[in-house]
């Protein structure tokens, strides 16, 4: 009877799992590399997870980000509730130019964290004064929400012929 109860679980679990992936692969940034920092057995590991995302409204940004990924059981049924500590870099990786106006604080990237309630958010802004993009990485929950942050910024410089465009002039009022 408990083994029944069990494959019934981990049945629907699976099928969950498998739904919702489709829906993870969009948003998905690119993966650069993954490291171990705790083995499981059987089961896979707890790492270390490093991924790059160009800024989708600034071309010339790309950030990077390092997130904990859960293994074990819960990790590979992917249900596991991930911390949130994130580190994040961002930099300047070619000449910049603004497609479209943008708010302060307007998200630029959002990934899941857990099976429902926690996602990572990327939002950015603009100092004015000093003509640099700041962006920082936060990660929410609808219950209580989380402290940890991480904060990256990007003076826009000038790149090869290119003059630097100020991003005071693309901030939406």
Known sequence: MIARLFRAALLAAATL????QPAYSADEPDLIFKKSTVWKFLTPDHKLATYAVDDPLIKGVACHFTVPEKGGVSGWLGVAEEVSDI???????????????????????????SFMFKKMRIVRGCDARRNVLVYLVYSDKIIEGSPKN???????????????????????D
């Open 150 to 172: 991480s904060t990256s910024t990007v003076p826009i410089m000038p790149w090869g012929e290119a003059t630097a465009p100020r991003c005071a002039d693309w901030l939406d």
């Open 17 to 20: 799992v498998a739904i919702a």
């Open 87 to 113: 580190s994040l870099a961002c930099r300047q990786v070619g000449p910049v130019s603004f497609k479209e106006k943008f708010e302060q604080g307007e998200e630029m990237f959002r990934q899941r964290r």
